[in-house]
């Protein structure tokens, strides 16, 4: 199966993520999809995040490296699109996980939408009882670019949950604002979306986001 599929780059920027980063990087392994590579980029950690990574993943799928200094969750990103050999990028939190499925379904969106930009929801795992959910493709929505555009925050205001072609991004030059101290995702997707015919929104839950405040997103000067 692996063989035959595109490969895909999942981009997981960390700081001081020891405590979570083996559970983000499991549930990544875990992919009914197969043909993927996962870029860890290390944003100066000061705790045992490198080390851990460059000592507990022994699969070569998995590459770690770091970030020159401390730049913040943009210039992980950005560093790690630089090192993407797939031919689509998803993005993914540190402290997150995702469903099994998360990259079967994204892919089949794009195959179907091509056109498209391909997202799925969001459920809050920091909440007691946080379940993924896998729903048939006849509740997913289509959204012009005008659409979504005008109501970004309401659809869906974050990189992750998303499947990127590297070559819109590569080509269009497509960058997170590395001194933008907040909205950084929405500016992104923004600008990436502007060569899409719009987006394709699955009302499957296949993305875990934890609320944690020691995170890349969380230590910004917003000065």
Known sequence: MSHQLPLISIIVPMHNADKYIQRCVESIRRQSYKNFEIILVDDHSTDNTLQLCREIFDDDRVFVSANTGRKGVSAARNYGIKLAKGDYITFVDADDVIDSNYLEVLFSLNKKYSDC?????????????????????E???????????????????????????????????IKFEEKCSFCEDDYFVSKYVAFCKGVILT?????????????????KDHS
């Open 203 to 219: 009302t499957c839950r296949l993305y875990g986001y934890y609320i944690n405040y020691g995170g890349l997103g969380t230590h």
């Open 117 to 137: 930009l391909p997202m799925c929801r969001l459920v809050e795992f920091s909440k007691k009882n946080p379940e993924f959910s896998l729903i048939t493709d």
């Open 139 to 173: 509740q997913v929505k289509y959204i012009s670019r005008k659409i979504f555009l005008a109501n970004i925050y309401f659809f869906h205001p974050s990189a992750c949950a998303c499947l990127f072609k590297s070559k819109i991004i590569k080509e269009y030059d």
